[in-house]
């Protein structure tokens, strides 16, 4: 088990119910876990071991059942609506698989939203060099509706970097792309995270993605199966898929 | 560069907001047309009023043919005339125009006709304007003792034409012209029949005018340029008559017809209450749209939020656009408003004759501007709310729900803060009213009663579609596929059905309530003037030495059915109520007129449909000055039995106790009377005669042939030709209001134009889907249709009965009996279904155009 030192994320006793009319459903039975910073770790798990909903509950997108979520020092499990939105601005930063990017935005406009959102100085020069740096430069003025699915998840990489988040939360980012596509993206996600010494905290099912991550976190049926620390391969991740 | 927390500033958001908007504006344009309908209704009748308000003060003084008038209705003694003589020398010159009916005929054509008559001084009126004659010629040089001028409405019912004779009362008159236009028409007292002119000075000769008889005497001064020279100004003028004439009703050019600026304001109120209403509905359009366009933007708002962004920050956002909305269907209401105020002249043209310009004033823009976009953001408060409650994890989950309550808890919210929403909507629409009535109590009225209204509106379009449901649930085998579709699809998510019944459902409510209103009036005084026993023809001022003769001569009528019933009147003036004198009572609650005229009757007995209410009626001996009040007059002046009255009679004054009051039942002529005295207290009077009898309706011009024959000087009035000028007046109101209740209706269609656009892309797959199953062109035409048709019919239902229900209120408070038509109802219902039907297929026709796979292909 990974040292809590210096943890960016902690978590306790997490659990989350799921009520439908009469009947519950226990998505998660009780996690407890601790991520230092600038760690690369990977959850992995079948279709409904919870691993969406344990990301939604790191990044305050949901409330848990009962325990604890600590980011950076704060324990956001009660926090407020707008407190949430602090942190989510603040300190994380996101990858989602089916992109989410505003569709009446072009790209240069989707990486500017959170700076738009939360600082007053130009964030245009930061904007550009990240889309830049996800091989975007020509196509800043296009709409989502205009690029394809892994230049929309490029553009969605970039935004994730805007604010320079201490942590970057990725829900299955090659998903909806095909193996090419979707190791160029998963390259350019780990370079940006090496580049800006985040720590990058990635669902997935895909076993090649995870053999990439310092430590590899597999959930079974709402609980932690296994949690151990890896030798992460080479960065080319076309290579090994 | 991890950036601190700021707030998204206003440009970067109205950035966002536009994008988006641009992305939606088909979505928007029908929000739009609705905003564009409320202002340009308000704006429009707003600017009338003015322009018209303004062209009063303008022309005040030839509106009046003077700088001053006294209006009244008893003759003047010798002591005013003097004090009259001694103004004149000051400078304040003054003439006397007299108004009554009468009855006039020529050679040609000896059946009389009831004309307003006017006796005017042509070598000084009018003061101000111009009479206007067919020649071209002066007045002075036309209207002589000998003869008169007439409009050409006389020439045209008594088939007469200029050089005929015209008998008028006693006097024969030769017709010298016809005329066209005179400029105190609009301050006239008498307005039925057409009009005939002679000179003031061969008034007396005709013996229409007799002490106590109701003719209406109006006499104009006008400043001279020697006045000033006399300290004579326009207020110490008006000081001086008001206290030679105390009973006169006085005017000067300063207030502006002061009675029609105050029938005008209570018009402008009431049309500005109805824009209001069209304002009302089309806020709702726009917070139904922006409910369903922020339902759209779910994910969007959802990606702002996992990305930072505070509720407040996205509501922003859409503040902006809504905001936006206003705006735009504000300036476009604004030129609405232009042809709104263009229409109203011809609108009224019958009712006022007064040359309206219709233009736009500045203030009533500018006002329109600001409730239009005060309107919409106060009722985008809710949907604008509902964004606190959008959860960001619908990003990582597709398919989290927002939180849905019952049927009911969507339709009173129990959020308080949606609560507190709809308390600052309804404290703001009724501050809204209230500033523009300039009356806290109307606004409050209107904002509780729009909301009552809206409310049962709301239920009773709730419990339809609730009936549908259940008739769905249990019998939906029994109709066809797309019968069964169309049914279903009233209860598609998204389709805030029950609101648009609801705002279709007021604009059918208002319209036929003006439609069942109008005609329940002019029914029932037709029904009343059909009855065998409720007289239908009136004769007025008929003489004490004319009585016997006048007695005789309908008695021996074949077209008279029943007796002459008559009533004596003697003209009064009310001093004093219960000792405190009128003059102390005109600044208070009391109605002014009444205090300055009035007219007294007596009967030693309780007359023919008079009740005793309260008290008893005296004996017939009586000499005591004692009085029996009727219950509108006691109820209007606050009286009762015991109070006393103060009467002057001609020179008599005298003070009577009150011993009855009695209730009239409407079906004889002492229903008119207000005060009933013991006939030896009146005795000596002046007095003239009224009677009333009932005639076969198509005879009446035998019975008013034979009285002018032998009394030329008593006036005929057949309920017929009262009746025509009542119906024509009740249609033009009733004209002007459907014409701004119009807008309502149109506000309406709008909202559910909009709710279409809102669901089109759930239509748009439903037809795909549809038709990849093998569905025809007119099947799916058949399915729409039929939603369409019922949305509307069951709006027009709701509408019908809530009408129905307001109207037996109204006429219950008019007194008016009412019979509703059931065809009409089931018209409107009918219509309004086809209206429902070609604004939903005007919103969605395209729905037809797509082909399926490119539809399931998008999916």
């Known amino acids: 088990m990974p040292s809590e030192t210096h943890a960016i994320i902690a978590v306790r006793g997490l659990k989350k119910t799921l009520r439908s009319g009469s009947t519950s459903l226990e998505i998660l039975k009780g996690i407890d876990l601790s991520i230092p910073s600038r760690q690369f770790v990977v959850v992995m798990g079948a279709s409904g071991s919870g691993k969406s909903t344990l990301l939604g509950l790191l990044a305050g997108l949901d409330a848990p059942s009962s325990g604890t979520v600590t980011i950076d020092g704060e324990e956001i499990s009660r926090l407020s609506e707008d407190a949430l939105a602090q942190i989510r601005a603040t300190k994380l930063g996101f990858v989602f698989q089916s992109y989410q990017l505003i569709p009446t935005l072009t790209a240069l406009e989707n990486v500017l939203l959170p700076h738009e959102l939360h600082a007053s100085d130009d964030g245009k020069p930061r904007a550009q060099e990240l889309l830049a740096s996800v091989g975007l430069a020509e196509r800043m003025h296009h709409y989502p509706v205009q690029l394809s699915g892994g230049e929309q998840q490029r553009v969605a990489l970039a935004r994730a970097f805007m604010l320079r988040p201490p942590v970057i939360l990725a829900d299955e980012p090659t998903g909806n792309l095909?193996?090419?596509?979707?190791?160029?993206?998963?390259?350019?996600?780990?370079?940006?995270?090496?580049?800006?010494?985040?720590?990058?905290?990635?669902?997935?099912?895909?076993?090649?993605?995870?053999?990439?991550?310092?430590?590899?976190?597999?959930?079974?049926?709402?609980?932690?199966?296994?949690?151990?620390?890896?030798?992460?391969?080479?960065?080319?991740?076309?290579?090994?898929? | 560069?991890?950036?601190?927390?700021?707030?998204?500033?206003?440009?970067?958001?109205?950035?966002?907001?536009?994008?988006?908007?641009?992305?939606?504006?088909?979505?928007?344009?029908?929000?739009?047309?609705?905003?564009?309908?409320?202002?340009?209704?308000?704006?429009?009748?707003?600017?009338?009023?003015?322009?018209?308000?303004?062209?009063?003060?303008?022309?005040?003084?030839?509106?009046?043919?003077?700088?001053?008038?006294?209006?009244?209705?008893?003759?003047?003694?010798?002591?005013?005339?003097?004090?009259?003589?001694?103004?004149?020398?000051?400078?304040?010159?003054?003439?006397?125009?007299?108004?009554?009916?009468?009855?006039?005929?020529?050679?040609?054509?000896?059946?009389?006709?009831?004309?307003?008559?006017?006796?005017?001084?042509p070598a000084k009126y009018p003061y101000y304007g111009t009479v206007v004659l067919a020649s071209g010629k002066r007045l002075?040089?036309?209207?002589?003792?000998?003869?008169?001028?007439?409009?050409?409405?006389?020439?045209?019912?008594?088939?007469?034409?200029?050089?005929?004779?015209?008998?008028?009362?006693?006097?024969?008159?030769?017709?010298?012209?016809?005329?066209?236009?005179?400029?105190?028409?609009i301050s006239s007292s008498f307005s039925i029949g057409p009009r005939v002119m002679i000179t003031q000075s061969v008034l007396p000769a005709t013996g229409l005018v007799r002490p106590g008889s109701r003719a209406s005497e109006r006499m104009l001064f006008r400043l001279m340029p020697q006045a000033a020279q006399h300290g004579m100004d326009i207020s110490t003028l008006r000081k001086e008559v008001e206290t030679i004439l105390p009973q006169a009703q006085i005017t000067d050019y300063r207030e502006a017809n002061p009675a029609l600026a105050h029938g005008l304001e209570r018009s402008t109120a009431m049309l500005t209450l109805v824009s209001l209403v069209t304002m009302v509905l089309s806020a709702i359009g726009v917070a139904m749209a922006m409910h369903a366009h922020l339902q759209q933007r779910l994910e969007t708002i959802a990606i702002m939020k996992a990305l930072g962004a505070r509720s407040t920050q996205v509501m922003r956002i859409y503040l902006l656009q809504t905001l936006f909305l206003g705006v735009v269907g504000a300036l476009l209401g604004v030129a609405a408003g232009?042809?709104?105020?263009?229409?109203?002249?011809?609108?009224?043209?019958?009712?006022?004759?007064?040359?309206?310009?219709?233009?736009?004033?500045?203030?009533?823009?500018?006002?329109?501007?600001?409730?239009?976009?005060?309107?919409?953001?106060?009722?985008?408060?809710?949907?604008?709310?509902?964004?606190?409650s959008f959860r960001p994890l619908r990003i990582l989950r597709r398919n989290v729900e927002q939180e849905q309550g019952t049927r009911l808890a969507n339709i009173f919210p129990r959020d308080p803060v949606q609560l507190v929403s709809i308390a600052i909507i309804l404290i703001g629409l009724a501050a809204i009213a209230s500033t523009l009535t300039e009356s806290t109590m109307v606004g409050e009225w209107f904002a509780g009663g729009l909301l009552g209204v809206l409310v049962v509106l709301l239920l009773a379009a709730s419990g339809l579609l609730a009936a549908v449901r259940w008739m769905m649930q249990w019998q939906r085998r029994r109709f066809s596929p797309m019968v069964r579709q169309g049914l279903v699809n009233l209860q598609r998510p998204g389709n805030q059905s029950a609101a648009v019944l609801t705002a279709l459902g007021l604009g059918v409510m208002l319209m036929m309530t003006i439609y069942f209103v109008q005609h329940a009036i002019v029914q029932d005084l037709q029904m009343n003037s059909g009855s065998p026993t409720v007289p239908n023809v009136f004769l007025v001022d008929v003489g004490a030495d004319e009585l016997a003769g006048v007695e005789k001569l309908i008695a021996a009528q074949p077209a008279v059915k029943g007796s002459l019933e008559t009533i004596p009147i003697v003209s009064a003036r009310i001093l004093s109520l219960d000792g405190v004198p009128t003059a102390q009572l005109r600044i208070q609650h009391y109605p002014k007129r009444m205090?300055?005229?009035?007219?007294?009757?007596?009967?030693?007995?309780?007359?023919?449909?008079?009740?005793?209410?309260?008290?008893?009626?005296?004996?017939?001996?009586?000499?005591?000055?004692?009085?029996?009040?009727?219950?509108?007059?006691?109820?209007?002046?606050?009286?009762?039995?015991?109070?006393?009255?103060?009467?002057?009679?001609?020179?008599?004054t005298f003070v009577?106790?009150?011993?009855?009051?009695?209730?009239?039942?409407?079906?004889?002529?002492?229903?008119?009377?207000?005060?009933?005295?013991?006939?030896?207290?009146?005795?000596?009077?002046?007095?003239?005669?009224?009677g009333a009898f009932h005639a076969d309706p198509l005879r009446v011009g035998e019975v008013e042939k034979s009285l002018f024959a032998a009394y030329p000087t008593v006036t005929v009035i057949n309920m017929a030709d009262v009746l025509e000028v009542v119906r024509k007046v009740v249609d033009q109101i009733a004209m002007i209001l459907r014409f701004v209740a119009g807008f309502v209706l149109l506000a309406g269609g709008i909202i559910l134009a909009s709710s279409v656009t809102a669901t089109r892309f759930q239509r748009v797959r439903e037809v795909a889907i549809l038709k990849s199953l093998g569905a025809l062109r007119a099947q799916v035409i058949r399915m729409l249709s039929i939603e369409f048709l019922l949305l509307g019919g069951i709006a027009g239902l709701a509408g019908v009965v809530c009408a129905l229900a307001l109207s037996s209120v109204l006429l219950h408070r008019l007194d008016v009996s009412f019979h509703p038509s059931w065809s009409v109802s089931v018209g409107a219902m009918m219509a309004a279904a086809i209206l429902a039907s070609v604004t939903g297929w005007l919103a969605s026709y395209r729905i037809l155009q797509q082909k399926p796979l490119e539809v399931l292909r998008e999916e």
């Not at chain 2, 002492?670 to 030896?680: C, D, H, N, V, Y």
């Open chain 1, 178 to 241: 095909d193996s090419a596509t979707g190791a160029r993206v998963m390259e350019l996600l780990m370079e940006l995270n090496r580049r800006e010494g985040t720590t990058l905290v990635l669902v997935t099912h895909d076993a090649g993605l995870a053999a990439h991550a310092e430590r590899k976190i597999l959930l079974r049926d709402g609980r932690i199966e296994a949690d151990e620390l890896c030798q992460p391969l080479a960065q080319n991740v076309g290579a090994d898929a």
């Open chain 2, 656 to 690: 009577a106790a009150i011993v009855a009051i009695v209730r009239a039942d409407g079906d004889h002529i002492f229903a008119r009377s207000q005060f009933i005295l013991p006939s030896r207290v009146l005795a000596g009077q002046p007095v003239v005669w009224y």
């Open chain 2, 1 to 121: 560069m991890k950036a601190s927390a700021g707030e998204l500033a206003w440009g970067t958001a109205w950035k966002i907001a536009w994008r988006d908007l641009h992305a939606s504006w088909i979505k928007f344009t029908f929000v739009v047309i609705a905003v564009a309908l409320g202002v340009g209704s308000l704006t429009g009748v707003r600017s009338f009023s003015l322009v018209f308000q303004r062209t009063l003060l303008a022309q005040a003084r030839t509106l009046m043919a003077a700088d001053l008038s006294a209006r009244d209705f008893h003759p003047y003694t010798d002591e005013q005339l003097a004090a009259l003589d001694r103004l004149e020398a000051r400078g304040a010159d003054h003439t006397l125009v007299t108004e009554t009916v009468s009855m006039a005929s020529t050679a040609t054509n000896p059946d009389p006709v009831l004309v307003s008559l006017k006796a005017v001084d």
């Open chain 2, 338 to 388: 232009f042809g709104v105020a263009r229409a109203f002249p011809v609108l009224l043209q019958r009712l006022v004759s007064l040359p309206v310009e219709g233009e736009l004033a500045l203030s009533p823009v500018v006002i329109g501007l600001c409730t239009g976009v005060l309107t919409t953001l106060l009722f985008t408060l809710p949907p604008l709310l509902e964004i606190r």
């Open chain 2, 140 to 185: 002075r040089d036309v209207l002589h003792d000998n003869t008169a001028v007439v409009s050409e409405e006389f020439l045209l019912r008594d088939h007469s034409h200029v050089g005929d004779t015209l008998h008028v009362g006693n006097k024969y008159f030769t017709i010298a012209d016809v005329l066209r236009s005179e400029p105190d028409r």
């Open chain 2, 595 to 652: 205090l300055r005229s009035t007219a007294l009757t007596w009967a030693d007995a309780p007359p023919a449909g008079e009740k005793i209410v309260d008290g008893k009626w005296w004996n017939k001996t009586s000499e005591m000055p004692q009085v029996a009040v009727s219950e509108s007059t006691a109820k209007a002046l606050h009286l009762k039995v015991g109070s006393n009255i103060g009467f002057a009679t001609g020179e008599k």
